[in-house]
């Protein structure tokens, strides 16, 4: 295995599984699409203090712009990726600035505002997995829906994101979830095979935040892997 694909299997076994689905000269991406945004949402633990993230996620952003990192293999491959067109710069640096977020205690004012930074930040990476399969901006609407079904799902879990909830949320982080969730199916139904590779994690979080309304605990590893392999094969019904 190259160190690329260890690396995202052991950091984000979800998004490693997922990328499996695809065909494999697509793979590279997706797993550096997953190391990347390991990259980000980890950040906040790795530092003491917000000043440090801040400078860590300059890190990242001038290894992107070319001027450090290009030993990096994730770093390398999204490079790659951008210099090919596959995937617009600009993405990346919105996902970055939307995670400033994560180094503070500052909660979003609105659901709005929390849409948003799921917005930039999980469905930018549902976006980019689309182009990256060789997609299009067509499914923003859908990227961005599933963005925040991941956020919610995410939130449960015990991520960052669950301190950043505004403080009137009305119905909780499920039922925003399971909103969104609602809001994919007719998009995901229509989602063209090869693209669904890019979407699996979302059939997951789905789940997940399905069983945490049920009071039931999360999807087993073999669960997980079963949703997995009847979303790619089968894809989404309509409901």
Not at 44 to 65: C, H, K, M, S
Not at 139 to 147: I, S, T, V, Y
Not at 205 to 232: C, D, E, T, W
Request: aromatic share 8%; with cysteine.
């Amino acid at each position: 295995m190259d160190p690329l694909a260890a690396e995202a299997k052991n950091r984000d076994p979800l998004r490693y599984a997922a990328a499996l689905y695809a065909p494999k000269d697509k793979r590279a991406a997706l797993f550096a699409l997953a190391v990347f945004a390991c990259e980000l949402a980890e950040l906040p633990a790795r530092v003491t203090n917000p000043e440090l993230g801040e400078i860590r996620l300059q890190f990242w952003q001038d290894a992107l712009d070319g001027k450090d990192g290009a030993k990096l293999p994730a770093i390398a491959e999204i490079r790659a990726a951008i210099d090919q067109k596959v995937w617009p710069l600009a993405a990346f640096r919105n996902m970055i600035e939307a995670r400033r977020a994560d180094l503070y205690d500052d909660r979003f004012g609105s659901v709005n505002d929390l849409e948003g930074y799921f917005g930039e930040t999980r469905g930018a990476l549902f976006q980019l997995a689309d182009m990256a399969l060789g997609g299009d901006a067509g499914q923003g609407a859908l990227a961005g829906h599933a963005g925040c079904v991941m956020g919610a799902a995410e939130a449960i879990a015990g991520s960052k994101a669950a301190a950043l909830l505004p403080q009137d949320f009305p119905g909780g982080i499920v039922a925003f979830g399971l909103r969104h969730a609602d809001a994919c199916a007719p998009l995901l139904a229509a989602l063209p095979a090869p693209l669904r590779p890019a979407f699996l994690p979302l059939a997951v979080a789905r789940s997940n935040l399905v069983r945490s309304a049920a009071g039931r605990a999360p999807a087993s590893p073999l669960r997980i892997q079963f949703l997995l392999m009847k979303s790619a094969l089968r894809g989404w019904p309509k409901h």
